[in-house]
């Protein structure tokens, strides 16, 4: 229970990473504001970390992208839990397509949901941290933001710059004690890469699971010496296909 009492924002917290990110925290003591684009997910993993772990979770819907739909959120969760303590910027797309077929709104839509959301959220807990000087900020990149590949352009641009981002947001708000760090996951199976490739081979693939206990781990008290960085989570092997 190393977390007792901490306040949590996950975004996409309804399924995959972010759901198993929220039991974790919930599991440390937080409590969880469960946001997402669709209310049920939200709702269900709220619900799971109330009845199943005795702990305190809200549900919040909205769109990343929104301004008015961030500063809602969070809004509301300082006001039934709490300001925020601890951010993980989950929420994400991925689009797998060649560069020549990718449109700009398809390219506008991935941008728009990994970076513009992140950094939205951010801004909305940050003035708060800093007067607290204290806080935590998880930034979910991917192994595609350390390398190039073919059909995800739009993608690898993305997680690119969720790791760019973090590092000058965590060297500047170093005299804050706000720490800012990233997590570059490999293949994780989840619903979104079920959608996307539903034939690949899955062996070695990691479970959302394993990614939430960075995650989480990178929240605790003990990871205090690190800030302003990108942790690469990839299992038994860099992928160099999807």
Known sequence: MELKDKVALVTGGGRGIG???????????????????????????????????????????????SEVDVSRTVRETQEKLGSVD???????VMSLKPFVETDVKEWDFVQDINIRGTYLFARAVIPEMIRKKTGVILNISSIWGTK?????????????????????????????????N??????????????????????????????AHVIVDLCLPHSVAVTATAIEAFGSGRPVGI
């Open 19 to 65: 759901r198993e990110t929220c039991i974790l925290l919930a599991k440390q003591g937080a409590k969880i504001a469960v946001f997402s684009n669709n209310l049920q997910e939200c709702e269900d993993t709220a619900n799971y970390i109330i009845e199943e772990i005795g702990g305190e979770a809200i549900s919040i819907q909205g769109d990343v992208r």
């Open 86 to 92: 601890i951010l993980v910027n989950n929420a994400g």
């Open 148 to 180: 190039g590949g073919p059909n995800r352009s739009a993608y690898i641009t993305s997680k690119y710059a969720v790791i760019g981002f973090t590092k000058a947001l965590g060297e500047e708000m170093k005299p804050y004690k706000v720490r800012v």
């Open 182 to 211: 990233a997590v570059c996951p490999g293949p994780v199976d989840t619903k979104m890469m079920e959608e996307l490739a539903p034939d690949v081979n899955k062996e070695n693939w990691l479970h959302p699971k394993d990614i």
